[in-house]
């Protein structure tokens, strides 16, 4: 609290009082006429139960609930309020889901080692956007103010800091009453996912059981990833030269090329794509996948490697992870990006000889040329060059793609991995690979 | 991928038509002609040599160099390699897409070199420079420094530079517009 006090200082100084002084009184005066130490104003509106009182003196019953939209400076936190430190025994942070991916995976997953009880929303609304703490049944500090460093050092911030038992008992029991009923207790991303995919795939990634998948016979088999020191390692990836005939196709002369190519394919057909919008309305480009799967039905082998996003949060995830879960059983060798390594590719190489690469992904507007500037080139080439292979399957992408809850976990791990620091990255690997040592 | 490090061309052509007709006069097998043999990439990940006779309903007809043909299913195979470019032709349709430029030099980079690649053709351009980009980071420092410097270099030596961007990539194009304060030669079109 003493570091916490100082930083509030610095918010009030001269300056941010003169710029915010008429806003705050706006905004007290529309609120509440707070008077902290002494306040005894009408009833706060008791939307949520309060907090039950504790009795008095027992100083190993504090309550510390911050909740922080965005919380990417752990080192502050700790800073702020120790766990254990000064007699506080239970300290409770309700994170936003945001705090699940990316690097603040790897944030928030140090308050659990330190002792610290962590909740993530469970939607009711779209985000946890407050920022507000609950210290010893009488401090409540709220505002703009994430705790991230970007809001400490070089934001204009506002924070209010208010010595109110009864705002308090107010807070408490709102905060006590998200955690309750909108929240889960967090779980540490990669002990889970380890204990998981050996029991309860489906159900540890969250989705929906709907037996097992039964993918055709005809695709080459994944099995689950031994090696994770080398996930992101790019492949041979060196630059070469070829001749061939070359055609120019921009907006919407893509389409009928690719889908005459995909049609008369007589072997294979390699695609690299970094994003495919299968909407529901993206008539076009759900007819090039059926195409792809009508292709693989007919013995042609196709390879489609998607990008995945750093985030999970990202809507390219569960797009990208519905198509793979719908052409694998189409007997399409779908794979997905390993997160960390972005693939931005387009490119699509059809019996290693007619090569798209360009700037068309697979969406409507791309495909259409319905508002969007886009220019690719068709390579025609006399002899097959296998080295586009080489390239494409050279991507580092998840390894294991039994089926959907196996494949989710991967992306979990690797995520939870790409957000850890060099060192806890190195003792998760080592662990992990003991673990999955044959 | 273990299947994949066998997919890689060998070094030259020459070699591999040496180490093809020193296997079949071992084994026994007359050469005729000097042609790459066929390469058949299974997907469990094995791969073979020898010829492919015939692709039809699904099932290629293969032999390896001395032995006897045999039908393999198309959908265990990733794809053949044939060794010519007559069966290439012939099997795969190639003349069926058109293209505006023949028999045009090709060049296939990864993402590292690409920024080298780019600044060395900036460097050597003589006469104009269209760029068109969806996004454009800032121009202070690393591979994307050099290049606005030497896209500067070019435009006070004479050379027209246009930069088409869409109107969101504000930073950097804040950065091409102080370039244009001092390079009269570069122009910007946003939209």
């Known amino acids: ?438 | 991928m273990k299947w994949f490090s066998s997919l890689r061309r060998p070094r030259s052509r020459q070699q591999t038509v040496q180490r093809i007709g020193l296997a079949m006069a071992i084994l026994g097998v007359p050469v005729c002609g000097q042609a790459e043999p066929d390469r058949i990439f299974f997907r469990d990940g094995s791969s073979k040599q020898g010829r492919v006779v015939a692709d039809t309903n699904g099932v290629y007809t293969f032999a390896e160099a001395g032995g006897p043909t045999v039908p393999v299913r198309r959908n265990t195979v990733r794809f053949v390699v044939y060794g010519d470019e007559k069966t290439v032709k012939e099997r795969l349709g190639i003349d069926a897409f058109q293209a505006q430029c023949t028999d045009t030099d090709i060049r296939i980079l990864p993402a590292e070199s690409f920024g080298a690649e780019i600044l060395q053709q900036v460097q050597s351009a003589k006469k104009f420079i269209y760029m068109t980009t969806y996004s454009l980071s800032g121009s202070e420092s690393g591979r994307m420094g050099e290049i606005f410097e030497a896209l500067k270099e070019r435009a006070q030596a004479g050379v027209k530079v246009y930069l088409i961007a869409p109107a969101f990539t504000q930073e950097a194009v804040t950065d091409f517009r102080s370039l244009r304060r001092s390079a009269k030669a570069l122009h910007q079109v946003s939209f």
């Open chain 1, 1 to 438: 609290m003493t570091r916490t006090a100082r930083d509030t200082l610095i918010l009030r100084s001269r300056e941010l009082a003169a710029l915010y002084r008429g806003r705050l009184e706006v905004l007290l005066e529309q609120a509440y006429r707070l008077e902290t130490e002494s306040y005894e104003g009408p009833d706060l509106p008791r939307k949520f139960p309060e907090a039950k009182d504790s009795p008095r003196g027992r100083r190993d019953e504090r309550l510390v609930a911050p909740r922080m939209q965005a919380f990417t400076d752990v080192r502050r936190a700790e800073s702020y309020f120790t766990p254990g430190r000064d007699g506080i025994e239970r300290f409770l942070q309700i994170a936003d889901d945001t705090m699940l991916s990316g690097s603040r995976l790897g944030t928030l997953q140090q308050f659990p080692d330190a002792g610290i009880a962590v909740v993530t929303l469970e939607l009711d609304r779209a985000s946890l956007h407050l920022k507000t703490a609950v210290i010893d049944e009488r401090v409540v500090i709220t505002g703009s103010h994430n705790w991230t460093s970007g809001a400490a050092a070089r934001n204009v911030e506002d924070l209010l800091i208010f010595d109110s038992p009864q705002l308090a008992r107010y807070y408490t029991g709102y905060l006590d009453y998200i955690a309750e009923t909108h929240a889960k207790p967090f779980a540490e991303i990669a002990r889970d996912a380890v204990d998981a995919v050996d029991t309860d795939p489906m159900a540890a990634a969250g989705l929906r059981r709907r037996g097992e998948v039964q993918y055709p016979a005809t695709l080459p088999d994944t099995v689950p990833r031994t090696r994770f020191r080398d996930v992101n390692a790019k492949g041979d990836n060196e630059a070469f030269s070829v001749r061939g005939h070359v055609e120019y196709l921009d907006d919407d002369e893509y389409l009928p090329v690719v889908r005459e190519m995909i049609n008369t394919a007589r072997q294979s057909i390699l695609v690299s794509m970094y994003h495919v919008a299968a909407r529901r309305r993206s008539e076009t480009v759900h007819e090039v996948l059926k195409e792809l799967g009508d292709a693989a039905k007919n013995g042609v082998y196709v390879y489609l490697v998607l990008n995945m996003p750093e985030m999970q949060s990202d809507s390219q995830h569960e797009t990208h992870s519905a198509i793979a879960e719908r052409l694998r059983e189409r007997g399409v060798d779908v794979r997905l990006n390993a997160p960390g390594a972005l693939l931005h590719e387009k490119v699509v190489v059809v019996d290693l000889c007619k090569i798209l690469i360009g700037s068309h992904n697979w969406s409507e507007g791309a495909l259409t040329g319905d508002g969007v500037y886009e220019s690719s080139a068709l390579l025609v080439l006399p002899r097959q060059e296998p080295r586009f292979a080489h390239r494409l399957v050279g991507h580092p992408i998840v390894s294991d793609m039994r089926n959907r809850g196996t494949w989710e976990k991967e992306l979990s791990l690797l995520r939870h991995l790409d957000s850890q620091s060099t060192d806890q990255r190195d003792a998760t690997i080592i662990r992990l690979e003991q673990e999955r040592q044959p």
